[in-house]
């Protein structure tokens, strides 16, 4: 099982996707859209990821934290700690910034 701040290794991540079942986790979103279980959520943090242009796995191994703690905090599930609210802050106002530092 990975650290919860720590990036998925290759190998993590295969073996996770291997796992899934996107039919039935296409079929299961379908079923909430239709209930009106699903909200459209926009965050500060999603504002961020969008203006560095990066996908949700590729803004989470930027910040050091996993894809799911990431989509919590998207989904106002989780709130960032300090230093990831830094980082945040300074990838929605400068995102060129944050990029450069990454090596993007």
């Known amino acids: ?3 919860k701040n720590r990036p998925l290794t290759k190998a993590e ?3 996770y996707e291997a796992k899934r079942d996107l039919a039935a986790e296409l079929l299961q ?3 909430e859209m239709k209930a009106g279980q699903v909200q459209v959520v926009s965050s500060p943090v999603i504002e961020a990821r969008k203006k560095t242009g990066l996908s949700q796995s590729q803004f989470a ?3 050091g934290v996993s894809v799911r ?3 919590g905090w998207e989904q106002g599930r989780k709130q960032p700690s ?3 609210r830094t980082l945040l802050a300074i ?4 995102p060129k910034a944050v ?3 990454a090596g993007k």
Not at 91 to 94: L, Q
Request: hydrophobic share 65%; glycine share 4%; aromatic share 0%.
């Open 1 to 3: 099982m990975p650290l």
């Open 13 to 15: 991540l295969a073996a």
């Open 29 to 31: 979103s379908v079923r």
């Open 61 to 63: 191994v930027l910040m």
């Open 69 to 71: 703690t990431l989509q």
């Open 82 to 84: 300090g230093a990831a």
């Open 91 to 94: 990838a929605s106002t400068n």
């Open 99 to 101: 990029l450069a530092v």
